[in-house]
């Protein structure tokens, strides 16, 4: 969801072998970009802020081509 609010787009829950919840979501389908954050309401909890943009990994390849 927006970071500034709005509703649930995408939840899910997936085992993993360390018997930790891991929690995979596909943002594929999201072309607007901006700041979101998750909310994971059986945990009372949500993640920090991130970003969806076209251009998110220019500054990694820029900075690994270096």
Not at 29 to 46: A, D, E, I, K
Not at 49 to 64: G, K, P
Request: charged fraction near 20%.
């Amino acid at each position: 969801m927006p970071s500034n609010g709005g509703t649930i787009t995408s939840k899910g829950n997936d085992g993993a072998p360390s018997g930790d919840d891991v929690w995979w979501v596909d943002f594929s389908s999201f072309s607007t970009p901006g700041t979101y954050r998750l909310f994971v309401p059986s945990l009372n909890g949500q993640s920090y802020d991130f970003e969806i943009r076209d251009d998110i990994y220019n500054n990694v390849v820029l900075t690994a081509l270096k």
